[in-house]
């Protein structure tokens, strides 16, 4: 045997323990697919969301939390990269035929994490491309149907012996719709995933259609409400799956050790939420609990988007700026005042959506204040595009049948047809109703706005910029 | 030394001389880049292309050959793919931030040929991803403006001491505009690549604005006469390349084992041809010289389209469906009919084109017989998007300028904004400005060409036919 064989295990011992006494930085990021702010911690006293509610106690909750685009991959991409998804070319779905991803050359948050020594892992939903740019040391399987099961799968990384932080992406498939209809239940709803047979570890929580909440931007019709029934026992399951992953964090004793950030990657899969970036598309929950927090039960008004979430991690990483490559996010870290409730500085946010579908072309660019918000339609002379789920819900077939004038407090045709410019004052109209664009009253802000976003789109290398003047 | 080394070179010998006496089936395929019509053997009295004419004196020219879509990279992924660009995915331009790609699953004539035992060799623009699904065996380079240089480059493919037979993919990158501006001409039009100090091998032939032939859906105005005898030039500088790259074949011997298939991506780089499927925009020029035709100076009225080319070329290699996987092309082999001026069931051509830059949504699908043409502009409520180049050529701003409401034959409105159906009768208006898709006596006529639109669609697996449900 030679001397390097036995020096070896010390010597990495030795290392062990030294980097042992450090407590690693770990990073749980859990997105969950086309969830609304339905949870207890958000208002909602119905959906039974205990394990959110609790992660919300003990840590902050942001109230005025955005995607920048309605549409899961674009949306990914963008929390996986910090840049607006115009910029980092998923311009919308990765898969089959849709066939979008980003560009070679972006650098993500796991290949930069990687590089500042994370060991990272991801389970359930990745929907980006190319692997090259969004590689992860390993790839967990798991039903992404069944968060509790995802979370015993993630035991592994979590409670591994290895001196090394971990970043874990975890991404559940609910509160999806699934494509399946439960012919059997009124209203013939959508499953939402939901089994007759439930799934191995969930304890499945149903609902009453009668008991829902339906938002003022829904119809409050029957198969709505079964629609939504499903929808929250969904949201219920993946509940029970983050629950289960904070245990397994406890214990392995890392749980105090890792910077845990919940949200959304976009609306609620009904038209007018997902695919739209009205409020209910990109009004998101976002719940982040930092071991390093002084305060607790925060409720934070900072307007705060998706392209922060990169940059926040790797603020608590101890890798932001760092690296002979800086990646110029879009966004910035919020790890700063995460113990604020209404920290300064944080009063506007922008959004950028081109594509859902590869034949869904309707880029929209918003600026949203804490008062006016601005959505500029750049193809509004096409009628607005149906995500085919969302066209095949029975929540829109069955008001299509019953020829609805009105959807929700919106008419059907304002919806499908929409102006170049819609401007809200969301303050007077929280639910976006009466475009102020033409409004002489308003003309200054629309202005300013307008300015707003084209600076916006400058800024970030948007190629729809050439809107402005061709179209 | 053994026996094995001894005895390999009369092995090689013995192997190369076998396939020797039967000759190489050669195929060299001749993409120019934006050029339409205008050659002296397609009727264009001033535009100089003896070469060109001595090809189609040697073989057949298709006086009805069509691309597909009228964007480069779109349509050469047609062309090596044998399929519409909605089924291979490179939906629009491949480069920078346009970011299209075929899929994976793509099997491209470079690599069947490669299956075939072919060697593959390209020059010049290629334009389509990802490498892994357009790989050539070599990439030979040489500036894609000067296709005499060009054509030399090949001399060590052409004359090369090897049995197998080789296709040659040349794609000179004239007569594409350059950006470039001649600032010190009248009219101020683009370069087209013309410069002052030419290119070495090429005898530069300049052209008289006065004497250029301006075809009907384009103004007559001096800066488009002026940018029309750039183009002119640019289109000689090919001619000679094409005549070089005859010679080398000649020295070689090789001529006689070579099919020569010489053809344009898509129309002129003016507003009214490129990115439209109007008949500038896709019919094309297209010459084919093959060593076994009986007929030679073949004048074809078979009407093919760029899906023909791949089966076609496959044909002649003895590859088409064989091998373990059989693409299904949406083209066939006019291999059989290049004796036969009029050949029977070759009246109709489909067409589809959907991007151009990634923000020129503007999908169209075409379908075109002998005497009716229907186009579906499926996102008709946009105004008819520009690219960037045309819409910044002398010839556009200046009628822009002027304030002409006349665009050639066609008013500037029409030009930008579509109807959602163009129906032609092209026997009685050949230049498409009277649009019959309204006149009550060609409503079966619609009815029957709307029918074949949709049939064509779902036979070639085309995501835009949701268009006819959703919008």
């Given at each position: 045997m030679s001397i390097r064989r036995l020096v070896l295990p010390f010597l990495l011992a030795a290392i062990f323990s030294a980097q042992a006494a450090a407590a690693p930085r770990n990073v749980v990021l859990f997105v969950t697919d086309d969830q609304g702010r339905d949870a207890g911690c958000y208002g909602n006293p119905v959906v039974r969301t205990p394990n959110l509610d609790r992660l919300a106690a003990e840590g902050t909750?942001?109230?005025?939390?955005?995607?920048?685009?309605?549409s899961c991959s674009a949306s990914r991409s963008v929390l996986l990269t910090g840049l607006q998804n115009h910029a980092n070319g998923q311009y919308g779905h990765q898969h089959a035929y849709h066939h979008f991803r980003s560009f070679d050359r972006i650098k993500s948050l796991p290949m930069l994490l990687s590089a500042a020594g994370y060991r990272t892992a991801r389970i359930g939903k990745l929907h980006v491309d190319p692997p090259?740019?969004?590689?992860?040391?390993?790839?967990?399987?798991?039903?992404a149907r069944n968060a509790v099961q995802m979370a015993e799968q993630c035991r592994e990384v979590i409670a591994a012996y290895d001196p090394r932080?971990?970043?874990?992406?975890?991404?559940?498939?609910?509160?999806?719709?699934?494509?399946?209809?439960?012919?059997?239940l009124p209203g013939k709803p959508d499953r939402f995933g939901n089994r007759p047979k439930g799934y191995p570890g969930v304890k499945e929580v149903s609902y009453d259609p009668k008991d829902v909440i339906v938002p003022p931007f829904l119809p409050d019709s029957?198969?709505?409400?079964?629609?939504?029934?499903?929808?929250?026992?969904?949201?219920?399951?993946?509940?029970?799956?983050?629950?289960?992953?904070?245990?397994?964090?406890?214990?392995s004793g890392q749980y105090n050790n890792t910077l845990v950030i919940y949200l959304s990657d976009n609306g609620i899969p009904f038209p007018g939420a997902k695919t739209t970036l009205y409020e209910p598309g990109m009004?998101?929950?976002?719940?982040?609990?930092?071991?390093?927090?002084?305060?607790?039960?925060?409720?934070s008004s900072a307007m705060i988007n998706w392209t922060d979430i990169a940059p926040t991690i790797l603020d608590y990483a101890g890798a932001l700026g760092k690296g002979s490559e800086k990646p110029a996010f879009h966004g910035r870290s919020f790890l700063g005042v995460l113990d604020e409730s209404d920290p300064k500085g944080w009063d506007e946010v922008y959004a950028s959506h081109t594509f859902h579908e590869i034949t869904m072309y309707y880029p929209m660019r918003v600026v949203r204040g804490r008062?006016?918000?601005?959505?500029?339609?750049?193809?509004?002379?096409?009628?607005?595009?149906?995500?085919?789920?969302?066209?095949?819900?029975?929540?829109?077939?069955?008001?299509?049948?019953?020829?609805?004038?009105?959807?929700?407090?919106?008419?059907?045709?304002a919806y499908i047809h929409r102006p170049a410019f819609e401007l809200y004052d969301l303050k007077a109209d929280p639910h976006e109703i009466r475009n102020l664009a033409d409004d002489p009253g308003h003309a200054t802000v629309l202005e300013d706005l307008k300015a707003k976003l084209r600076a916006f789109q400058k800024r970030t290398g948007d190629p729809w910029i050439v809107k402005w003047e061709y179209e």
């Open positions: 909750r942001f109230d005025y939390a955005f995607c920048t685009t309605a090259e740019v969004y590689r992860f040391d390993r790839e967990l399987s798991g039903n932080p971990f970043f874990l992406y975890f991404c559940p498939a609910d509160p999806h719709r699934s494509g399946q209809v439960a012919a059997e029957p198969e709505c409400r079964a629609e939504l029934a499903q929808y929250y026992q969904a949201v219920t399951r993946i509940d029970q799956g983050l629950g289960r992953l904070v245990e397994i964090l406890k214990e009004r998101l929950p976002c719940v982040v609990r930092s071991p390093e927090q002084r305060r607790r039960t925060v409720v008062q006016y918000k601005l959505i500029w339609n750049i193809a509004h002379g096409l009628p607005y595009p149906f995500a085919s789920d969302l066209w095949a819900s029975a929540t829109w077939q069955s008001g299509l049948k019953r020829g609805e004038k009105l959807y929700g407090q919106r008419t059907v045709d």
